[in-house]
């Protein structure tokens, strides 16, 4: 009777342990696929407002050139302090590239993490 009983116990903590693999194996993959669906969607969110932004960033850096161009009378003048202006705004992102990381690490790592 002992025997039996423990066979039986033995039996039902087998098909428990499998339940629970199995059922951890099926979190894990839901798990993975939110983070991967929110890392999608973000991205995608930032690349079409990043190139809307970038198309308006486009005509107003033309706009302001002539501007700057008509005032100094010589369009060329306006278009390469426009230039001169982005290529410094590319060397100081470049040299605070660390501080711009810290926050994009932060959310995504809340957005795995949770």
């Known amino acids: 009777m002992a025997i039996d009983d423990l066979k039986k116990d033995l039996i039902e ?4 342990i499998r339940s629970y693999l199995k059922h951890s194996e099926e979190y894990f993959k839901l798990k993975v696929f939110k983070a991967l669906m929110r890392a ?23 706009a302001v050139s002539y501007v ?14 426009v230039g001169g202006f982005y290529v410094i705004l590319a060397v100081l992102c470049y040299i ?18 949770e």
């Open 40 to 62: 999608i969607t973000s991205f995608s969110h930032f690349f079409v407002l990043g190139a809307i932004l970038l198309m308006g960033m486009f005509f107003i850096s033309i």
């Open 96 to 113: 605070f590239r660390e501080r711009l990381d810290r926050p994009l690490l932060r959310k995504f790592s809340k957005y795995y993490y």
């Open 68 to 81: 700057i161009g008509d005032a100094m009378g010589n369009a060329l003048y306006g278009f390469l302090i």
């Open 13 to 16: 903590a087998d098909a428990d």
